[in-house]
């Protein structure tokens, strides 16, 4: 069975930093494409980035670029999202996905909160 | 950016009726792979999103097979053959072709 589980959310002031983490199991984690996607309270869901299987390749939304890092350690099945200069907007449900073209297995998400 | 319109974004429905959902996508699909990569997410009230449909019309596996979509280009569409009760809540189409992915802007279906 396919479980991917996040960690690392939390309350923070704006300009702060975070690590988001996603530990992956039941699945060849080493060959899967890997993204992450957030909803913000009561709205849809936004695509915030994606990482190749090897690492090799990201991608970033406009909106964290520049801010957000994405990374992989595939000796230790985990997905991080490094999220720094944290806005007020950042704040969302942050969702760890299997793939990217079609993601088909999701985290439940760990909650990040950006307010003074 | 490929742009994702939803249509209905509510939708009401009586229990045994059938639904239907559009997404339109600003760009075609299609890649060059031969593949057209449109998915369909359903989110249940207080749930993480669960893929339902990929690559147009493939059902993915646990899917009641009262679900199905099909499409071509930049026009598709999910349906629900029966709605159940089960079947409340929020429906997303996402495109997996061009960077960044976009998702619809989400479909709420509620029991009339």
């Known amino acids: 069975e396919v479980q991917l589980l996040e960690s690392g959310g939390g309350l923070l002031q704006p300009g702060g930093s975070l690590r988001l983490s996603c530990a992956a199991s039941g699945f060849s984690f080493s060959t899967n494409d890997m993204s992450w996607v957030r909803q913000a309270p009561g709205k849809g869901l936004e695509w915030v980035s994606s990482i190749s299987a090897t690492g090799d390749k990201t991608f970033y939304a406009d909106s964290v670029k520049g801010r957000f890092s994405i990374s992989r350690d595939n000796s230790k099945n985990t997905l991080h999202l490094q999220m720094n200069s944290l806005r007020a907007e950042d704040t969302a449900l942050y969702y760890c996905?299997?793939?990217?073209?079609?993601?088909?297995?999701w985290g439940q998400g760990t909650l990040v909160t950006v307010s003074s | 950016d490929v742009v994702m319109t939803q249509s209905p974004l509510s939708l009401p429905v009586t229990l045994g009726q059938p639904a239907s959902i559009s997404c339109r996508s600003s760009?075609?699909?299609?890649?060059?792979?031969?593949?057209?990569?449109l998915s369909w997410f359903q989110q249940r009230p207080g749930r993480s999103p669960r893929r339902l449909i990929y690559?147009?019309?493939k059902r993915d596996s646990g899917v009641p097979d009262r679900f199905s979509g099909s499409g071509s280009g930049t026009d598709f569409t999910l349906k629900i053959s029966r709605v159940e009760a089960e079947d409340v809540g929020v429906y997303y189409c996402m495109q997996g072709i061009q960077w960044p992915r976009t998702f619809g802007q989400g479909t709420k279906l509620e029991i009339k």
């Open positions: 760009q075609s699909l299609l890649y060059s792979d031969g593949n057209t990569y």
């Open positions: 996905a299997r793939g990217t073209s079609n993601p088909g297995d």
């Open positions: 690559k147009v019309s």
